[in-house]
Protein backbone atom coordinates (compact mmCIF):
# COMPACT_ATOMS: atom_id res chain seq x y z
CA UNK A 1 0.00 0.00 0.00
CA UNK A 2 1.21 3.64 -1.42
CA UNK A 3 0.98 6.44 1.46
CA UNK A 4 0.75 9.70 0.15
CA UNK A 5 0.69 13.24 1.99
CA UNK A 6 -0.55 16.55 0.46
CA UNK A 7 1.46 19.38 1.35
CA UNK A 8 0.91 23.53 0.13
CA UNK A 9 -0.55 26.76 1.06
CA UNK A 10 -4.08 26.39 2.29
CA UNK A 11 -5.27 30.18 1.10
CA UNK A 12 -4.25 31.69 -2.43
CA UNK A 13 -5.15 34.57 -4.06
CA UNK A 14 -7.70 34.90 -7.16
CA UNK A 15 -5.49 35.05 -10.85
CA UNK A 16 -2.59 33.69 -8.83
CA UNK A 17 -0.97 29.98 -8.93
CA UNK A 18 -1.91 27.04 -6.41
CA UNK A 19 0.73 24.91 -5.77
CA UNK A 20 0.46 21.44 -3.90
CA UNK A 21 3.07 18.84 -3.55
CA UNK A 22 1.99 15.26 -2.75
CA UNK A 23 5.38 12.99 -1.15
CA UNK A 24 4.82 9.08 -1.17
CA UNK A 25 6.62 6.29 -0.01
CA UNK A 26 5.86 2.72 -0.63
CA UNK A 27 5.70 2.70 -4.05
CA UNK A 28 7.62 4.05 -7.22
CA UNK A 29 7.51 6.87 -8.15
CA UNK A 30 8.93 6.18 -11.53
CA UNK A 31 5.94 3.60 -12.70
CA UNK A 32 2.90 4.17 -11.12
CA UNK A 33 0.21 6.41 -12.36
CA UNK A 34 -0.19 9.75 -9.99
CA UNK A 35 -2.94 11.41 -10.08
CA UNK A 36 -4.60 15.03 -8.82
CA UNK A 37 -7.95 14.88 -7.87
CA UNK A 38 -10.29 17.84 -6.18
CA UNK A 39 -13.64 17.80 -4.68
CA UNK A 40 -15.64 21.27 -3.79
CA UNK A 41 -17.28 21.96 -0.29
CA UNK A 42 -20.45 19.75 -0.27
CA UNK A 43 -19.59 18.37 -3.68
CA UNK A 44 -18.48 15.37 -5.74
CA UNK A 45 -15.02 14.37 -7.01
CA UNK A 46 -13.65 16.03 -9.95
CA UNK A 47 -10.40 14.29 -11.91
CA UNK A 48 -7.80 16.99 -12.36
CA UNK A 49 -5.04 15.13 -14.26
CA UNK A 50 -1.99 12.43 -13.67
CA UNK A 51 1.68 11.63 -14.71
CA UNK A 52 3.24 8.68 -15.12
CA UNK A 53 6.35 6.89 -16.85
CA UNK A 54 8.52 9.70 -15.42
CA UNK A 55 6.92 12.12 -17.16
CA UNK A 56 3.86 11.70 -19.33
CA UNK A 57 0.56 13.63 -18.60
CA UNK A 58 -2.81 13.71 -19.38
CA UNK A 59 -5.35 15.95 -18.15
CA UNK A 60 -8.93 17.10 -18.16
CA UNK A 61 -9.72 18.81 -20.87
CA UNK A 62 -11.74 21.30 -19.18
CA UNK A 63 -8.69 22.00 -16.67
CA UNK A 64 -5.93 21.47 -19.30
CA UNK A 65 -4.92 25.32 -20.14
CA UNK A 66 -4.18 25.81 -16.76
CA UNK A 67 -2.72 22.84 -15.39
CA UNK A 68 0.98 21.57 -15.04
CA UNK A 69 2.11 18.11 -13.03
CA UNK A 70 5.40 17.25 -12.74
CA UNK A 71 7.38 14.74 -11.06
CA UNK A 72 10.53 14.92 -9.24
CA UNK A 73 12.05 11.03 -8.66
CA UNK A 74 15.34 12.42 -6.46
CA UNK A 75 12.40 13.26 -3.74
CA UNK A 76 9.57 10.71 -4.27
CA UNK A 77 7.17 13.93 -5.22
CA UNK A 78 5.10 14.88 -8.10
CA UNK A 79 3.20 18.28 -7.77
CA UNK A 80 0.47 20.34 -9.09
CA UNK A 81 0.28 24.14 -10.37
CA UNK A 82 -3.36 25.11 -11.53
CA UNK A 83 -2.84 28.71 -12.77
CA UNK A 84 -5.24 31.94 -12.72
CA UNK A 85 -7.28 30.11 -10.00
CA UNK A 86 -10.77 31.87 -9.37
CA UNK A 87 -12.93 31.01 -6.10
CA UNK A 88 -14.40 28.03 -8.58
CA UNK A 89 -11.14 26.53 -8.00
CA UNK A 90 -11.78 26.60 -3.99
CA UNK A 91 -11.96 22.73 -2.88
CA UNK A 92 -10.25 19.74 -1.40
CA UNK A 93 -7.14 18.52 -2.65
CA UNK A 94 -6.62 14.79 -2.97
CA UNK A 95 -3.39 13.04 -4.53
CA UNK A 96 -4.18 9.45 -5.40
CA UNK A 97 -1.68 6.50 -6.78
CA UNK A 98 -2.53 4.01 -9.16
CA UNK A 99 -0.84 0.82 -9.89
CA UNK A 100 -2.71 0.31 -14.12
CA UNK A 101 -3.93 3.63 -14.38
CA UNK A 102 -7.64 1.98 -14.34
CA UNK A 103 -8.45 2.73 -10.64
CA UNK A 104 -7.19 5.19 -7.95
CA UNK A 105 -6.25 2.83 -5.59
CA UNK A 106 -4.45 4.77 -2.93
CA UNK A 107 -5.46 8.62 -1.51
CA UNK A 108 -3.87 11.53 0.50
CA UNK A 109 -5.69 12.50 3.49
CA UNK A 110 -6.74 16.13 1.06
CA UNK A 111 -5.92 19.42 1.96
CA UNK A 112 -8.29 22.55 1.49
CA UNK A 113 -7.35 24.90 -0.54
CA UNK A 114 -9.19 28.20 -0.67
CA UNK A 115 -9.03 30.91 -3.29
CA UNK A 116 -10.06 34.32 -1.81
CA UNK A 117 -8.98 37.78 -1.56
CA UNK B 1 -23.55 18.03 -13.84
CA UNK B 2 -21.81 14.88 -13.42
CA UNK B 3 -21.10 12.77 -16.41
CA UNK B 4 -22.16 9.34 -14.86
CA UNK B 5 -25.46 9.50 -13.30
CA UNK B 6 -25.57 8.20 -9.43
CA UNK B 7 -29.35 8.17 -7.23
CA UNK B 8 -27.80 11.29 -4.74
CA UNK B 9 -29.42 8.85 -1.77
CA UNK B 10 -30.57 5.40 -0.68
CA UNK B 11 -31.10 4.06 2.89
CA UNK B 12 -31.24 -0.06 3.95
CA UNK B 13 -31.70 -1.21 7.35
CA UNK B 14 -29.16 -3.71 9.19
CA UNK B 15 -28.67 -7.18 7.41
CA UNK B 16 -30.19 -5.62 4.32
CA UNK B 17 -28.82 -5.72 0.25
CA UNK B 18 -28.60 -2.60 -1.44
CA UNK B 19 -27.89 -1.48 -5.04
CA UNK B 20 -26.39 1.54 -6.73
CA UNK B 21 -26.61 2.39 -9.98
CA UNK B 22 -24.38 4.21 -11.88
CA UNK B 23 -25.12 5.30 -15.30
CA UNK B 24 -23.38 6.70 -18.54
CA UNK B 25 -23.18 6.12 -21.68
CA UNK B 26 -21.33 4.39 -24.95
CA UNK B 27 -18.31 6.52 -24.59
CA UNK B 28 -17.55 5.62 -21.11
CA UNK B 29 -19.66 2.94 -18.87
CA UNK B 30 -20.30 0.79 -22.48
CA UNK B 31 -16.73 0.89 -23.41
CA UNK B 32 -14.56 0.22 -21.13
CA UNK B 33 -14.40 -3.06 -18.08
CA UNK B 34 -12.36 0.14 -16.45
CA UNK B 35 -15.36 1.02 -13.62
CA UNK B 36 -14.24 1.72 -9.86
CA UNK B 37 -16.31 2.74 -7.12
CA UNK B 38 -15.05 4.81 -4.19
CA UNK B 39 -16.55 4.94 -0.36
CA UNK B 40 -16.22 8.12 1.43
CA UNK B 41 -16.59 8.86 5.14
CA UNK B 42 -17.28 12.85 6.32
CA UNK B 43 -14.21 14.53 6.26
CA UNK B 44 -11.94 11.26 5.21
CA UNK B 45 -10.65 10.44 1.41
CA UNK B 46 -12.12 8.41 -0.79
CA UNK B 47 -11.12 4.25 -0.27
CA UNK B 48 -11.45 2.32 -3.44
CA UNK B 49 -13.76 -0.59 -2.76
CA UNK B 50 -14.15 -2.05 -6.40
CA UNK B 51 -12.11 -1.91 -9.73
CA UNK B 52 -11.81 -2.90 -12.81
CA UNK B 53 -16.00 -3.21 -12.67
CA UNK B 54 -16.20 -6.08 -10.29
CA UNK B 55 -12.34 -6.72 -8.56
CA UNK B 56 -11.99 -6.22 -5.17
CA UNK B 57 -8.77 -4.91 -3.41
CA UNK B 58 -7.63 -7.01 -0.67
CA UNK B 59 -8.98 -6.64 2.57
CA UNK B 60 -12.16 -5.02 1.16
CA UNK B 61 -15.46 -7.15 2.46
CA UNK B 62 -16.75 -9.44 0.05
CA UNK B 63 -20.37 -8.11 0.54
CA UNK B 64 -19.34 -5.24 -1.58
CA UNK B 65 -19.62 -6.39 -5.25
CA UNK B 66 -19.82 -4.56 -8.33
CA UNK B 67 -21.19 -5.75 -12.23
CA UNK B 68 -21.82 -3.85 -14.96
CA UNK B 69 -24.78 -4.33 -18.10
CA UNK B 70 -24.49 -1.93 -20.70
CA UNK B 71 -24.24 1.51 -19.70
CA UNK B 72 -24.94 0.85 -16.76
CA UNK B 73 -22.92 -0.60 -13.38
CA UNK B 74 -24.03 -1.34 -10.17
CA UNK B 75 -22.73 -1.77 -6.74
CA UNK B 76 -24.01 -3.82 -4.14
CA UNK B 77 -23.44 -4.29 -0.87
CA UNK B 78 -25.25 -7.06 1.10
CA UNK B 79 -25.37 -7.57 4.94
CA UNK B 80 -25.51 -3.60 5.72
CA UNK B 81 -24.02 -2.78 8.71
CA UNK B 82 -23.70 1.20 11.03
CA UNK B 83 -20.12 1.46 9.44
CA UNK B 84 -21.32 1.32 5.39
CA UNK B 85 -22.66 4.67 6.27
CA UNK B 86 -21.11 7.13 3.75
CA UNK B 87 -20.94 8.52 0.37
CA UNK B 88 -20.38 6.62 -2.43
CA UNK B 89 -18.87 7.36 -6.19
CA UNK B 90 -18.53 5.77 -9.13
CA UNK B 91 -15.76 6.17 -12.08
CA UNK B 92 -15.20 5.15 -15.41
CA UNK B 93 -12.82 6.43 -18.79
CA UNK B 94 -14.88 8.25 -20.51
CA UNK B 95 -13.44 8.29 -24.52
CA UNK B 96 -16.09 11.22 -24.94
CA UNK B 97 -14.62 13.90 -23.24
CA UNK B 98 -10.80 12.03 -22.96
CA UNK B 99 -11.20 11.71 -19.32
CA UNK B 100 -11.38 10.19 -15.95
CA UNK B 101 -15.43 10.57 -14.87
CA UNK B 102 -17.07 10.14 -11.88
CA UNK B 103 -20.35 9.96 -10.74
CA UNK B 104 -22.23 12.75 -8.41
CA UNK B 105 -22.61 10.43 -5.26
CA UNK B 106 -24.94 8.27 -3.22
CA UNK B 107 -25.77 8.72 0.00
CA UNK B 108 -26.24 5.64 1.43
CA UNK B 109 -27.90 5.87 5.51
CA UNK B 110 -28.25 2.78 7.26
CA UNK B 111 -31.51 3.13 9.14
Known amino acids: QVQLQESGPGLVKPSETLSLTCTISGGSISTYYWSWIRQPPGKGLEWIGYIYNRGSTNYNPSLKSRVTILVDTSKNQFSLNLRFVTAADTAVYFCASAVAGHSFDDWGQGTLVTVSS | QSALTQPASLSGSPGQSITISCTGT?????????VSWYQQHPGKAPKLMIYGVSRRPSGISNRFSGSKSGNTASLTISGLQAEDEADYYCNSYSSGSLRWVFGGGTRLTVL
Open chain 2, 26 to 34: SSDIGDYNY
